[in-house]
């Protein structure tokens, strides 16, 4: 079974809106942490924003938010203010496992497209 | 220096050449992998390095031979390959501890064509 989802392989959203980029997950840890990575058209993957399974508080960086809903088991990420750089492919991730045994599960990715 | 260099960037070769792909990370990090990306698939996980020793290996074709001499070069040597390994091969390092996220540093990728 997949263990991360993301639904959407596209998404388009107008300059300076604000939008959203699901992605569900499935583990039977007690403890994990989620990712959402950035991947421009040049390949490299850039790490945007954490959430641990323990956190109470939904996470932030700068205009990256991720709308953790833990009984839901999902990860959104929320961009707000969407400029022209944003386009892009966006992976949500998740870590599981110990600290010497980690292991990173990926989704399929959204494109990501804004639109001037 | 960007934080994990992988070299080649770019690299064509034919079904019984042997190559080698290069990544190198100036983080201090203790784990390095390999991923492999294709078109509409999610990452594949290829290999991991803890404190240069194999921890995990997914089942990749014996044609995929990774080497890590140090905490900070990886290695991977192909030799033999088939066209379907055409692919972006991503070079990741990670911190391994608790007091760490754990998130993975990733390199810009080595876009390999098989012919």
């Known amino acids: 079974a997949q263990k991360i989802t993301q639904t959407q392989p596209g998404m388009f959203v107008q300059e300076k809106e604000a939008v959203t980029l699901d992605c569900t997950y499935d583990t039977s840890d007690q403890s994990y942490g989620l990712f959402w990575y950035k991947q421009p058209s040049s390949g490299e993957m850039i790490f945007l924003i954490y959430?641990?399974?323990?956190?109470?508080q939904n996470a932030t960086e700068g205009r990256y938010s991720l709308n953790f809903q833990k009984a839901r088991k999902s990860a959104n990420l929320v961009i707000s203010a969407s400029q022209l750089g944003d386009s892009a492919m966006y992976f949500c991730?998740?870590?599981?496992?110990?600290?010497?045994?980690?292991?990173?599960?990926f989704g399929t990715g959204t494109r990501l497209k804004v639109l001037a | 220096e960007t934080g994990v260099t992988q070299t080649p960037r770019h690299l064509v070769m034919g079904m019984t050449n042997k190559k080698s792909l290069k990544c190198e990370q100036h983080l201090g990090h203790n784990a390095m992998y390999w991923y492999k990306q294709s078109a509409k698939k999610p990452l594949e996980l290829m290999f991991v390095y803890s404190l240069e020793e194999r921890v995990e290996n997914n089942s990749v074709p014996s044609r995929f031979s990774p080497e890590c001499p140090n905490s900070s070069h990886l290695f991977l040597h192909l030799h033999t390959l088939q066209p379907e390994d055409s692919a972006l091969y991503l070079c990741?390092?990670?911190?391994?501890?608790?007091?760490?996220?754990?998130?993975?540093?990733f390199g810009e990728g080595s876009r390999l064509t098989v012919l």
């Open positions: 991730a998740m870590r599981e496992g110990t600290s010497g045994t980690y292991k990173y599960i």
């Open positions: 959430q641990g399974s323990y956190d109470e």
């Open positions: 990741a390092s990670s911190q391994r501890d608790r007091a760490n996220t754990g998130e993975l540093f």
